[in-house]
Nanobody, 118 residues
Framework: QVQLVESGGGLAQPGGSLRLSCAAS????????MSWARQAPGKGLEWVSG????????NYADSVKGRFTISRDNAKNTVYLEMSSLEPEDTALYYC???????????WGQGTQVTVSS
């Protein structure tokens, strides 16, 4: 069925960059908006970004605006999250999800860990 597999996480220094990928399978990728969310240690799940099904519109949490960029390659069934100017507060487990915040999410990946530390 629906499968979402995140990759690209790791350790970055403050001010550094990482690019996360989410490989989707088991559904018609082009029919769905996609989102990223994260969970920091001891905190709840925080929505990070979303992208419309055809990539024509994107949205970001205030905490990441100007630093993160979401994109998708529908030919590859993959959604990306490019993160720059990373801060220690960006440390979290990052999840890829099928859906958009205004409509809800119905499928999730298992997450990829991002750690920002000097």
């Amino acid at each position: 069925q629906v499968q979402l597999v995140e990759s690209g996480g790791g350790l970055a220094q403050p001010g550094g960059s990482l690019r996360l990928s989410c490989a989707a399978s088991g559904f018609t990728f082009t029919n769905y908006g996609m989102s990223w969310a994260r969970q920091a240690p001891g905190k709840g799940l925080e929505w990070v970004s979303g992208i419309y099904s055809d990539g024509s519109d994107t949205n970001y949490a205030d905490s990441v605006k100007g630093r993160f960029t979401i994109s998708r390659d529908n030919a590859k069934n993959t959604v990306y999250l490019e993160m720059s100017s990373l801060e220690p507060e960006d440390t979290a487990l990052y999840y890829c999800a099928r859906g958009l915040a205004d409509y809800g999410f119905d499928s999730w990946g298992q997450g990829t860990q991002v750690t920002v530390s000097s």
